[in-house]
């Protein structure tokens, strides 16, 4: 009997129509899916306790081998909504942010606003879970995934990464890929690659199964996160990985 390949996810609702073939379809019986967040994700995919991942772009120089196998991806043409620096004060008023421990990604993309775009040097922070109600008088926190978007209900400053990203480059930005640490076959790829596109043919489904009243889930999928892997987008992935290493 071949052995399952292993393949893991973030948790959070972007992901949710990558994710969707995956419940039945063609490959059910072929894989085995994990689901946590993004830097836990990443962790297991270097360590090769899975085989393919849907993990953020920073893990990429840190992995031996790498293939991205997919045409889709989690990404944004703009404002992402889920991604975002929160604020009492104005930007050039905060003096300390906390970062979020949930992705690296993340964290690289806001320290290349921080000096390239914002022109601003706070004290970054390490955090720990439910470092969002430190989040007041002048220190900032950076907060990703669906706490953001309840996130985006309290804070008087909103600074989306995305839209900050957009309006330093004028490029597209791809937050998470799916990439495997070692040579599947062409046959797997091939059906892999449907089952990842196929949520996006489904997206009424996908939605009438969501409960979550603090953001506009529709407009979430259709208008904030973009999720094919085109050409333009691979060229942005590849400025951003160059500014990190």
Known sequence: MQDKIKIAAVSYLNAKPLLFAFEGGALKNQIELTIDYPSKIAEQLIKKEVDIALVPVAVIPKLKEYYIISDYCIATEGEVASVCLFSEVPIDQIETILLDYQSQTSVALLKILLREHWKITPVLQSSEIGYEASIKNN??????????????????????????????TGMPFVFAVWVSNKKITDDFIKKFNQATGEGLNNLDTILS?????????????????????????????????????
């Open 209 to 245: 199964g969501i409960v979550f009243p603090h953001y506009d889930m529709q407009y979430y999928y259709t208008k904030n996160i973009n999720f094919l892997l085109d050409s333009k987008k691979q060229e942005s992935l590849k400025m951003f990985l160059a500014m990190i290493k």
């Open 139 to 168: 220190v900032a926190g950076l907060v990703i995934g669906d706490r953001a978007l309840m996130q985006r209900n309290k804070s008087n400053y909103t600074y989306d990464l995305g839209l900050a990203w957009k309006e330093m």
